[in-house]
């Protein structure tokens, strides 16, 4: 069984940064994709980054190109988000994700295994 546990999340303030780990566990993970989501009160589930586990190609939401990084560390079976320039709007509940496939996925739908989540909130 496939189990994803999500750290790093905190409180910021605008401008800052945040590192939030998953680390995976269960499975070998090189064939999978791994995700990142998130999700704010009263929003739907919102993808932000996602990384395949052996060729480390990677997509992004136009809302966070070029201030978030999704990366993975083979050995320890983690998968990171790197978050710069922290605005107020990116506050919201992180989820990370994996699915059995070596396409990338924008869509929760795509995603078969969830973590618990961990919160991330901006001040302003």
């Known amino acids: 069984q496939v189990q994803l546990v999500e750290s790093g999340g905190g409180l910021v303030q605008a401008g800052g940064s945040l590192r939030l780990s998953c680390t995976a566990s269960?499975?070998?993970?090189?064939?999978?994709?791994m995700g990142w989501f998130r999700q704010a009160p009263g929003e739907e589930r919102e993808f932000v980054a996602a990384?395949?586990?052996?060729?480390?190609?990677?997509y992004y939401s136009n809302s966070v190109k070029g201030r978030f990084t999704i990366s993975r560390d083979i050995a320890t079976n983690t998968v990171y988000l790197q978050m710069n320039s922290l605005k107020p709007e990116d506050t919201a509940i992180y989820y990370c994700?994996?699915?059995?496939?070596?396409?990338?996925?924008?869509?929760?739908?795509?995603?078969?295994?969830w973590g618990q989540g961990t919160q991330v909130t901006v001040s302003s």
């Open positions: 994700a994996a699915r059995r496939s070596l396409d990338l996925a924008t869509t929760a739908a795509a995603y078969g295994y």
């Open positions: 269960g499975r070998t993970f090189g064939t999978y994709a």
């Open positions: 990384i395949t586990w052996n060729l480390d190609n990677t």
